[in-house]
């Protein structure tokens, strides 16, 4: 190789170098604008998703402070979006009514997943006899509200004793465990 085409082959080196390092640039400054997107449509979609579970709690809520039933059983007042802490132990409870010797809790969802008995069943059901020793006497009723529920759900739920509440119309809908 001649000296020549040395110096023409590091100088085609060094364009190359300085278009490969614009070409890095330009795909990084794509690629901020693709996450910030990324990250706003993410936030719109949790937004969605929290406007569906504010509206099923609401309707819920509504329907149940306007009769204050629920499988029969009368109550005086409902509660919504109880929230305690007592010992490390801290949860929310979408809805709540009472009676002198009943307490009823709902766990509300626009469509009602598996995780959500699972939930309920579980730490739900624990954590409401921890932060909320005052009904420990009372009858507890569980149940689990939902605009959606599947079939295989919804059998479920009954068969654990979950008192299975749907949207119907306008109105609701309450199933009731047979051992009740």
Do not use: W
Request: charged residues 30%; aromatic residues 8%.
């Amino acid at each position: 190789m001649t000296d020549q085409e040395l110096r023409d082959l590091v100088g085609s080196l060094a364009i190359d170098t300085k278009s490969i390092k614009e070409a890095i640039s330009r795909l990084a400054e794509q690629h901020e604008k693709t996450e910030a997107t990324v990250r706003k449509v993410a936030q719109q979609v949790g937004g969605i998703g929290n406007n569906q579970g504010d509206i099923a709690e609401q309707f819920f809520y509504n329907a149940v402070n306007d009769k204050l039933e629920l499988a029969g059983v009368h109550y005086d007042y409902a509660d919504k979006n109880c929230s305690r802490r007592r010992n490390g132990v801290e949860d929310e409870f979408d809805i709540v009514l009472i009676n002198g010797k009943d307490v009823a809790i709902i766990e509300t969802k626009y469509k009602a997943h598996e995780k959500d008995l699972n939930r309920l069943l579980k730490s739900k059901k624990e954590n409401f006899e921890k932060l909320y020793t005052e009904y420990t006497g009372y009858n507890h009723h569980y149940a689990l509200a939902s605009f959606y529920f599947s079939d295989d759900l919804k059998q479920r739920a009954l068969e654990n004793g979950i008192i299975v509440i749907e949207r119907k119309g306008k109105t609701i809908e309450t199933f009731v465990p047979a051992n009740r």
